[in-house]
């Protein structure tokens, strides 16, 4: 039986890996999206989360319950968009991805505190394997500049990481969580009604494959996946969108990749790949126990 047992948690840790992965997917064409939009950003994201809104209940239909957990991830959401947003603003995209993605180090932070232990060694190895092959993907974009800037991106990485720490919590749904935050998002829109008829028909349609795609695919597939592994391992595979979105760059605008990017890239799949075959291991090991 135990054999059995450790096999259905190796198909679902794999279920949650491949729910993950296409979240990651989905996010990586975000970018693209809002840079064919010349709308504000706070437009856009008024627009998004009222699509994200209605397609979710429609569609997805959570159990709509309410609880601090829930609400908290989901002001937790709405903050890191809005930080992210404006450090993109204030500083460089390559600083800003590079710094949200600290996430990581968060995620391990929340962790260490609520269960009152160091973190695990080979968490801090996949951070630093992982940071390397960022700093190699985004070098020659990196810079000390835009000091507010870095600082609202490392700010967007800390509620990005209380993200994926508390959704991997018993009693979170990160469906509904979703909801709050696009509620929150759609606030700014009660003043910008003015603003809907200068929308061409293209932006339009920008923005529902943005609030379908990106967000409301993304959000069902993230509720599946991020039960299934643990919260660091999760945080990791979606960072696989730093090199997802600039490869959709290079097919659709021509945007070129450097060698040194190139060897950062294959060094961020190797940290993920690793990390996930340590945790598979750990997962034998914990069942070997049990016998």
């Known amino acids: 039986m135990e054999g059995v047992s450790t096999t259905y948690d190796d198909r679902r840790a794999l279920r949650g890996v491949f729910c993950l992965f296409g979240t990651a997917v989905c ?49 937790a959401s709405f903050f890191t968009g809005l930080a992210f947003r404006y450090a993109n603003q204030l500083t460089t995209v390559g600083n800003a991805i590079v710094l949200q993605y600290t996430s990581m180090i968060f995620v391990i932070v929340y962790q260490s505190l609520a269960e009152r232990r160091m973190p695990a060694l080979r968490h801090v190895l996949v951070v630093l394997g992982a940071f390397a092959g960022m700093a190699l993907f985004f070098m020659g974009s990196l810079s000390a500049e835009g000091m507010l800037g870095n600082l609202l991106a490392i700010a967007s990485g800390a509620s990005f990481g209380l993200q994926f720490y508390l959704n991997s919590r018993p009693g979170a749904a990160p469906l509904v969580s979703s909801l709050v935050a696009s509620v929150c998002s759609m606030v ?57 979105a600039p490869t959709w760059s290079f097919f659709i605008f021509g945007e070129t990749f450097s060698e040194t990017a190139l060897a950062g890239a294959a060094l961020i799949v190797a940290s993920i790949v690793v990390n996930l075959a340590l945790d598979a291991r750990a997962r034998s090991r914990a069942a070997e126990t049990s016998i």
């Open 188 to 244: 700014p829109l009660l003043f910008m009604f003015d603003r809907l008829p200068q929308v061409s028909p293209a932006e339009w349609g920008y923005m529902a494959a943005s609030g379908v795609f990106c967000s409301s695919f993304a959000n069902i597939l993230f509720s599946k996946g991020i039960g299934k592994v643990p919260a660091f391992t999760a945080n990791l595979i979606c960072m696989s969108e730093v090199i997802m």
């Open 27 to 75: 996010w990586s064409f975000m970018g693209i999206l809002t840079k064919w939009n010349t709308q504000s950003p706070f437009l856009i994201g008024g627009v998004t989360s009222t699509i994200v809104l209605v397609f979710t209940l429609v569609v997805a239909r959570p159990q709509l319950r309410f609880s601090p957990l829930i609400v908290g991830v989901g002001l």
